[in-house]
């Protein structure tokens, strides 16, 4: 019999054994698991919030929801359960933390919440992590990655990780296991959507130049104002850019290179994409403090290669 249940059960794939099939070492496997479990408790927060703002400010000085120390608060209780890190740095702490004894694998990075400031419209926010085997300060995300995967709660809440053999897709089911919806995520060498953060008039001339070509070449608008749904979108459409770029106000541009650029290029490459600053792979920028920002051009590589040769014209 074909469409029946069973035929649809033989075919599912929940993310341990996926990860085991690909040969995830077993700590890494344990520790992914983890984290996207967190995700359901993440989720269920997200629904039981009021949404009203707990009148924190956050080292960055945005608003912040009670949901955003909320979520830290259960990434560090779980991550302490596995006993495999020893590090923690989020984006909701001044300071790193220590898990354990200090002889654990991993250190981990994290976005509890980013975006949250979407909640109150009811836009799709999301968790980033960076599963890191050497301390990342003083270090590139190429050195010292070895992992990393984002969480996206929308309609359906979906996760992506990479263990450095390419990023792999699954979804949440009703039954709480994660299913493989989409194997090796392969970008195109070119898509058709652009996604560009920042104001125009604080934008140099080259990225100027780089969206103007964008527009007349008939790239379509994608910005939601969320990083991990404008960056999701680009994946799971299998192409296109996303930008927050250096601008006139802010050289350094927005976007976290610790917490949210080094995991989002980490994933970016596990599925033949790219991710630069203008001159450099993500990867290989030394991450001097934790609140490092560097502008980004994430996404297919003849849109990165594009958004190179614009900017290295125009930085005025
Ligand atoms: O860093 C937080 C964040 O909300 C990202 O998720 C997003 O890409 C960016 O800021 C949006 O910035 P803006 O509100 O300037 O478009």
Request: aromatic share 8%.
């Amino acid at each position: 019999m074909s469409g029946g249940i069973s035929d649809y059960t033989q075919y599912i794939v929940d993310l341990r054994r996926h990860m085991w099939l690909s040969g995830v070492p077993t700590e890494l496997r344990r520790l992914i698991w983890q984290v996207a479990t967190t995700g359901k408790y993440i989720s269920a927060k997200i629904q039981e919030s009021n949404r009203k703002l707990a009148g924190l400010q956050n080292i960055y000085h945005e608003e912040q929801l009670a949901l955003d120390r909320s979520s830290d608060e259960i990434l560090v209780a779980q991550l302490a359960n596995t006993g495999l890190v020893r590090e923690y740095l989020s984006e909701e702490r001044e300071a790193p933390i220590k898990l354990g004894t200090g002889t654990e694998k991993y250190i981990i990075t994290a976005d509890p919440l980013d975006g949250s400031s979407l909640v109150e419209t009811n836009l799709t926010i999301g968790t980033i992590i960076g599963i890191h085997k050497k301390e990342p300060l003083g270090s590139t995300g190429r050195k010292t990655l070895c992992g990393a995967l984002y969480i996206l709660y929308g309609p359906l809440i979906t996760m992506v990780y990479s263990a450095g053999k390419g990023s792999h897709e699954f979804v949440l089911n009703r039954e709480g296991e994660y299913v493989l919806s989409q194997a090796n995520i392969q970008l195109k060498e070119k898509g058709s959507i652009y996604s560009l953060g920042g104001l125009r008039k604080d934008w140099l001339s080259g990225h100027a130049a780089f969206a103007n070509s964008l527009e007349e070449q008939g790239y379509k608008l994608r910005y939601s104002g969320g990083l991990v749904p404008d960056l999701n979108q680009i994946l799971i459409k299998q192409g296109g850019i996303f930008s927050y770029p250096q601008l006139r106000s802010n050289p350094r541009g927005k976007l976290r290179l610790l917490f949210e650029l080094q995991p989002m290029a980490f994933l970016f490459e596990g599925a033949g994409g790219a991710a630069t600053n203008g001159e450099k792979d993500i990867l290989d920028i030394k991450v001097d403090h934790l609140d490092q920002c560097a502008p980004i051009y994430i996404g297919s590589k003849h849109e990165v290669a594009l958004a190179k040769q614009h900017t290295a014209r125009g930085k005025a």
